[in-house]
């Protein structure tokens, strides 16, 4: 298995957290054999799962002037082999997450929810959440 980070990129108060978060429960759910130890548990959500030991650093806060910079950095230091997490399409959240890769070959793959105008946007982030998960579980057994 790559090392690999998912990054759920695009402009800020498109659902980007909430889809962050809604993948940590999918996975939660679907392993439920899984360890967690939960860094931060509030709004946004820093946890590092361990599912048969594949470990999974998630972190939900993506904005500049948050803890992203940090969790990245403590997923890298607990040997995460992926990790999940919402970033800004460009400036400093997208350089850390291309920082993964430079300085810790983990492979990206960049992802966004989906949008629209006229559509509830909860629902479209629960079928981004769905791609997510089998993008998680196709990491996890070396076919991606």
Known sequence: MNKSVIAIHGSSNLGKSETVRETANLLLAAFPNH??????TDADITYIVD??????GIESQGGLNNRMFQSLQTFVAEGCDIIICSCSSIGATAEAVEDLHRHHQYEIIWSTNHRSLHKNQTQLNQIATGEILELIKLIMNGQL
């Open 35 to 40: 360890t967690i130890h939960a860094i931060n």
């Open 51 to 56: 599912i048969n030991g594949v470990k999974i």
